[in-house]
């Protein structure tokens, strides 16, 4: 199969799209991700230019895809390694660069998030982004099953690793507050804000004994509330109205 043959392939399962150089570089004069398409027609014309090297797929609303990209020069295999087992199956190719792109159905709420942010040498390549199809230039098809779902745990934004920039007060305590911590750090997306509400009203439960102090019961939800995504801003506003027993 040439380029064309690729782009077409590609096309005919719904999938919008375009043209790169072999430097992975939009032609000159072209618009790039913009002119993505699943049109045949269409493709013949944009693949008809002699540098139309590569083909590259418009990942996110375009297409109906988005791209896991695993880096291998970033040890993107590392994390793949650790997770692989978490992951369905779906479309998978070799990267040039002895990576891995995983190809899976786009969710709306699904952003672009660069490389690092939700795991070492890990990339989500989503609506205005692009991801190469390197099977357009000989590199080989690991998994040719239909793309699969997105997986819950793979949405961004991801949960930090834990920091160890805090250490809870050791106070009589401090097993209700780790079952606390627990219980937020667990929240799944749409509920952190109200799991770290109620947490903080069991807390100042606690403050109330004199076993935990409120400053030090705000300072552990909003750090905790952190860890989680939220807003530093955000977890201190929600913690300060649970321990002052009144919701801002």
């Given at each position: 199969m040439n380029t064309l043959d690729h782009a077409l392939d590609l096309a005919a399962r719904g999938i919008a799209v375009f043209?790169?150089?072999?430097a992975k570089t939009p032609l000159k004069d072209s618009h790039g991700v913009h002119d993505a398409s699943a049109n045949p027609a269409r493709l013949t014309e944009l693949f008809?230019?002699?540098?139309a090297e590569?083909?590259?797929?418009?990942?996110?609303?375009p297409s109906g895809l988005s791209v896991l990209d695993i880096d291998r020069q970033h040890d993107g295999l590392i994390w793949w390694q650790a997770n692989r087992h978490r992951?369905?199956?779906?479309?998978?190719?070799?990267?040039?660069?002895?990576?891995l792109h995983i190809a899976m159905k786009h969710r709306p709420e699904l952003r672009t998030v660069a490389i690092g942010q939700i795991g070492t040498g890990i990339e989500i390549r989503s609506t205005g982004?692009?991801?190469?199809?390197?099977?357009s230039a000989g590199f080989p098809v690991l998994c040719n099953a239909s793309p699969a779902d997105w997986p819950d745990w793979l949405l961004p934004p991801p949960k930090p690793a834990p920091a160890a920039s805090y250490a809870p007060p050791r106070v009589a305590d401090d097993v209700a507050i780790g079952r606390l911590i627990r219980f937020v750090t667990e929240a799944g997306q749409g509920e952190r804000n109200r799991r770290l509400y109620w947490a903080?009203?069991?807390m100042r439960e606690l403050a109330g004994t004199g076993t935990l102090s409120r400053r030090d019961a705000v300072s552990i939800l909003t750090e905790t509330g952190a860890r989680i995504g939220l807003d530093r801003q955000e977890a201190n506003r929600t913690a300060r109205s649970a321990i002052e027993g009144a919701r801002s």
């Open positions: 043209p790169m150089t072999g008809a230019d002699r540098r590569l083909v590259a797929i418009a990942t996110g609303t992951m369905p199956a779906t479309l998978a190719w070799r990267t040039r660069s002895g990576g982004s692009s991801a190469i199809y390197w099977p903080g009203c069991r």
